[in-house]
């Protein structure tokens, strides 16, 4: 049977096209070659565009923007209850760069979780409960509305899709590491046995105070009147805790009597700690330090002691299963990255160094 001549038409217009494409893309670099050159994320026409932009990445082509590494900056210092005035200007480009990884890692995560969603329902009962945890960081609720208005949230269906979106990579993330990072009783024992002295508890005193501050005023005359009060405190006219209530300027202690619990020397200024931590049981002292005028009272003593296992049991578990989790999280962005290296693009010049 011959082929028609429409068909043998056809088959000539597309050997011509190919012909075309493969002339313009490899011999003569054509116009398609140049538009396909050009719109490659490393070309200098890119480079230029992604100036111009304001992007210093692309995943999957997706770009990721200057101002959502300096927020990812921002939130980080704030966990941590620092500012970018706090952080060196030399290091401010790397600590940029770690936050560009991190949004690098969660762009190739989300995307992995979006082939998977299917496999990691989350209910409505999580997204509530993730909302309430939000709520905590925030003193007021228009506070956090204006934090998520930053974020591009200006709608509570928004911030539950975003939230759930979350949930999921946590999910996923599980989903692949949980098996590896289970913690037995022999590790936990063996951890144990390797960091006793790391686990022993320190020295503790249990103490009270009454505190008048010196900043800003004569300390002279506020030792003066501390020990007025001390005077009427031996004489049996007032009592240790009537004076933390009513003289007492730590707003903490004042209301319990003037009582700092239980302390460690670890935990607390050095000009403090140490004339504490000598102070004999019951015989209350006056002390300077660079706050004010304390008189302190050691009410109790404990020595150093060994925990034993069982009771250090439930915290070292918790701690190494944390280890073993960052570890394996580490790992786990580690292999996705190398896995999709070719859909990575970085501007590194785009980082601001200031």
């Known amino acids: 049977m011959r082929p028609s001549r429409k068909f043998t038409v056809r088959i000539f217009a597309y050997s011509a096209v190919l012909l075309y494409l493969a002339i313009d893309l490899v011999w003569l670099k054509g116009p398609l070659s140049q538009h396909i050159r050009r719109s490659l994320p490393g070309s200098p026409e890119s480079l230029q565009k992604a100036k111009e932009q304001g992007v210093v990445a692309r995943v999957f082509g997706k770009p990721i923007y200057q101002s959502q590494v300096e927020r990812a900056l921002l939130e980080h210092l704030w966990l941590e209850g620092r500012t970018l005035a706090d952080l060196p200007v030399e290091k401010r480009r790397d600590a940029r760069m770690a936050a560009l990884n991190d949004l690098i890692d969660h762009e190739l995560l989300r995307t992995k979780v979006q082939a998977n969603q299917n496999d990691l329902p989350v209910s409505a009962a999580e997204i509530d409960e993730a909302i309430r945890r939000l709520a905590t960081r925030f003193a007021h609720r228009d506070e956090m509305q204006r934090e998520l208005a930053a974020e591009g949230i200006d709608s509570e269906k928004e911030l539950r ?43 503790r005193v249990h103490a009270r105070h009454l505190f008048l501050a010196t900043l800003g005023k004569e300390a002279s005359k506020v ?54 931590f000598q102070l004999p049981l019951h015989q209350p002292k006056l002390i300077r330090t660079s706050l004010g005028w304390h008189y302190v009272e050691v009410l109790e003593k404990r020595p150093r002691e060994t925990r034993p296992f069982e009771e250090a049991r439930a915290e070292i578990i918790a701690a190494l299963r944390s280890a073993k989790r960052d570890e394996r999280v580490r790992a786990l962005r580690t292999a996705i990255r190398n896995t999709e290296r070719i859909a990575i693009h970085v501007y590194p010049e785009m980082i601001p160094t200031g």
């Open 161 to 203: 899709f975003r939230l759930a979106a979350r949930i999921q990579q946590q999910k996923y993330i599980e989903s692949r590491i949980a098996p590896e990072t289970e913690v037995t009783a022999e590790e936990a024992r063996d951890w144990y046995q390797s960091h006793r002295d790391e686990l022993a508890l320190p020295v």
């Open 223 to 276: 030792k003066a009147r501390l020990e007025s009060a001390i005077s009427d405190l031996n004489a049996g006219k007032q009592s240790f805790e009537n004076l933390a209530a009513s003289l007492s300027e730590d707003p903490r202690t004042a209301p319990r009597g003037g009582d700092l619990g239980w302390l460690t020397a670890e935990r607390l200024p050095a000009d403090f700690a140490a004339p504490v």
